[in-house]
């Protein structure tokens, strides 16, 4: 899905933002995971949101959906390849969220 935006910083905020995105994508970094296995591991979403989100991440390509014709249906995600082009961007944001949560609180200027 292409989407014509001026910031370059307003698309990956539009493409990852939102609550549960960010934490489906690292659970999928390292397996594919089954949509009770997200359930499992992001617990506080809802069902319809985090169907929601998976949706979206799918229509912009970074992950992909497998159905398998069982019995009840299988169904599978993981990191397409092109959603594999953000594991160097996660990793700065990781690292960068680590060094900022060691950071003193510091009270607003009055």
Request: net charge neutral; charged share 25%.
């Amino acid at each position: 899905m292409i989407h014509q935006r001026q910031c370059p910083i307003e698309t990956i905020i539009h493409v990852l933002g939102g609550k549960w995105k960010p934490q489906i994508l690292w659970h999928l970094i390292d397996s594919t995971k089954r949509f009770s296995d997200l359930e499992k591991l992001i617990p506080n979403a809802s069902q319809k949101m985090l169907t929601q989100h998976l949706r979206n991440l799918e229509q912009e390509g970074i992950i992909e959906r497998k159905i398998y014709p069982t019995v009840p249906p299988k169904v599978e995600y993981s990191l397409s390849d092109y959603g594999k082009t953000l594991l160097p961007v996660a990793e700065v944001m990781c690292a960068w969220g680590e060094n900022h949560n060691k950071q003193e609180i510091r009270e607003p200027a009055s």
